[in-house]
């Protein structure tokens, strides 16, 4: 069946360093991918999404390129804030299919001044 | 913010006892959606509603029941509550639900813990 797999965390980085947080994923046909980001205490809000190959996602300096080839949407900002500290989850939906997320199993990031 | 709230926020309960969350929206939203998360896990679908009355399982819909009679509300239960079933809950809603990119947006969560 369809799946997400993401890098382990947690990811434990300094401000203004680089972050990089890995997911491929499992699927037939042509999923659309998403980045959401868990706050504290919060649910889920998405962060950024692409819904065909070589689609690239982009928000609050987030980063993510839908490669096909590799089946593989990382998620990556060029210099991390305290205030980004949150899990991360990479996910994937199949159009047709009422929406279901299929969610990889998150990532920690913590940010330390 | 989507106008999506749950209740309660946190419950203990003990095994064996029947448990209802309540998912309740403002947004006229058709498709709404449950979802539990547990470590290492990630979010699983519990079961999804469609439209009112319509209904369907998910991944880990077993011991859990669903009832959507109104549009903004769908109602998750517990019929006896095992400590398996200690997760946090999240309930989600889609507007157009299997277009390509459809947004879900996400409740606060409810923490439930079964002792």
């Known amino acids: 069946g369809d799946s997400v797999t993401q890098m382990e965390g947690p990811v434990t980085l300094s401000e203004e360093a680089f972050l990089t947080i890995n997911c491929t994923y499992t699927?037939?046909?042509?999923?659309?991918l998403f980045w959401y980001v868990q706050y504290p205490g919060e649910g889920l809000q998405l962060l950024l999404k692409?819904?065909?190959?070589?689609d690239k996602g982009s928000n609050k300096g987030f980063e993510a390129t839908y490669r096909k080839e590799t089946t593989s949407f990382h998620l990556e900002k060029g210099s991390v804030q305290v205030s980004d500290s949150a899990v991360y989850f990479c996910?994937?939906?199949?159009?047709?299919?009422?929406?279901?997320?299929?969610f990889g199993q998150g990532t920690t990031l913590q940010v330390k001044p | 913010d989507a106008g999506i709230t749950q209740s309660p926020r946190h419950k203990v309960t003990e095994t064996g006892t029947p448990v209802t969350l309540r998912c309740h929206q403002t947004?006229?939203?058709?498709?709404m959606y449950w979802y539990r998360q547990d470590p290492g896990h990630g979010l699983r679908l519990i079961h999804y509603?469609?439209?009112?009355?319509?209904?369907d399982k998910g991944e880990v819909s077993d011991g859990y029941s669903v009832s959507r009679s109104k549009t903004e509300d769908f109602l998750l239960t517990l019929e006896s509550a095992t400590s398996s079933q200690t997760s946090v809950y999240f309930c989600?809603?889609?507007?157009?639900?299997?277009?390509?990119?459809?947004?879900?947006?996400f409740g606060p969560g409810t923490r439930l813990t079964v002792l």
């Open positions: 989600a809603i889609s507007g157009t639900g299997g277009q390509e990119g459809d947004e879900q947006f």
């Open positions: 699927a037939t046909g042509y999923p659309s």
């Open positions: 692409a819904t065909k190959a070589d």
């Open positions: 996910a994937l939906s199949k159009m047709g299919n009422t929406g279901k997320l299929i």
């Open positions: 947004e006229n939203h058709r498709y």
């Open positions: 509603s469609y439209g009112v009355k319509d209904t």
